[in-house]
């Protein structure tokens, strides 16, 4: 159950956008469309972002969106606002009827 | 509000136990799956286990399986992390999570409870 992949870091100028990628393996990522990704801001909940992999709950903005390509999936940021800095996390169901958090990537808006 | 929290966290000295609690209220718990997600001090997030609704086919991170035990109480409306044989790397918030059925992901946190392993 190893972490999935993420960039330690990524940054962007206000209005721009960036895409986050989580990388995994055709047990995890590849495997299923269940990928969800997490925004967490310092000493906060996290929140729920995306899920079966491009799916947004009710009231998340649709300035993020997601998607996959094998066993990679990007979340992209349009639009970059300050209130978008924050720690980012993907996540995905196994084939071990487990599930996996990646390592995490931290957004700075320049 | 749908909300739910977490309590049963604090000090322990290695080897020790501690029973974590996740009360629910707001919504339906026995239709939601849920999970237990943790996060050591400046770390990432790691996925600790999950139980159906009805308290069956529990399941659990590699890490933690053999010494880490959930449960739940529909009457309660309350789901359980059992953790023994603590050591400092145990050391982390706990969070809970209600699962969506068919989602294979949560959408509801609780605001976590502080577990610290130490002599």
Same mark, same amino acid.
């Given at each position: 159950?190893?972490a999935?992949?993420q960039p330690a870091s990524?940054? @962007?100028?206000?209005?721009?956008?960036?895409?986050?990628?989580?990388? *995994?393996?055709?047990?995890?990522? @590849?495997?299923?469309?269940?990928?969800?990704?997490y925004q967490q801001h310092p000493g906060k909940v996290p929140?729920?972002?995306?899920?079966?992999?491009?799916?947004?709950?009710? *009231?998340?903005?649709?300035?993020?969106? *997601?998607?996959?390509?094998?066993?990679?999936?990007?979340?992209?940021?349009?639009?970059?606002?300050?209130?978008?800095e924050a720690d980012y996390y993907?996540?995905?169901?196994?084939?071990?009827?487990?599930?996996?958090f990646g390592t995490g990537t931290k957004v700075t808006?320049? | 509000?749908?909300?739910?929290?977490?309590?049963?966290g604090?000090?322990?000295?290695? &080897?020790?136990?501690?029973?974590?609690?996740?009360?629910?209220?707001?919504? /339906?718990?026995?239709?939601?799956? /849920?999970?237990?997600v943790r996060q050591a001090p400046g770390k990432g997030l790691m996925w600790v286990?999950?139980?159906?609704?009805? &308290?069956? !086919?529990?399941?659990?991170?590699?890490s933690?399986?053999?010494?880490? /035990?959930?449960?739940?109480? #529909?009457?309660? #409306? /309350?789901?359980?992390?059992?953790? #023994?044989?603590?050591t400092a790397e145990d050391t982390a918030v706990y969070y809970? &999570?209600?699962?969506?059925?068919?989602?294979? !992901?949560?959408?509801?946190?609780?605001?976590g409870t502080a577990v610290t392993v130490s002599?």
């Open positions: 159950q190893s999935l992949t990524v940054s @962007g100028s206000p209005g721009q956008s960036i895409t986050i990628s989580c990388t *995994g393996a055709s047990s995890d990522v @590849g495997g299923y469309n269940y990928v969800s990704w929140k729920l972002l995306i899920f079966e992999v491009s799916n947004r709950p009710s *009231g998340v903005s649709n300035r993020f969106s *997601g998607s996959k390509s094998g066993n990679t999936a990007s979340l992209t940021i349009s639009g970059l606002q300050a209130e978008d993907c996540f995905s169901y196994t084939s071990s009827s487990t599930y996996v808006v320049l | 509000e749908e909300q739910l929290v977490e309590s049963g604090g000090l322990v000295q290695p &080897g020790g136990s501690l029973r974590l609690s996740c009360a629910a209220s707001g919504f /339906t718990f026995s239709d939601y799956l /849920t999970h237990w286990s999950r139980i159906r609704e009805d &308290g069956g !086919t529990l399941s659990y991170a590699d933690v399986k053999g010494r880490f /035990t959930i449960s739940r109480d #529909n009457a309660k #409306n /309350t789901v359980y992390l059992q953790i #023994n044989s603590l809970c &999570g209600r699962g969506l059925p068919h989602k294979y !992901t949560f959408d509801i946190w609780g605001q002599s």
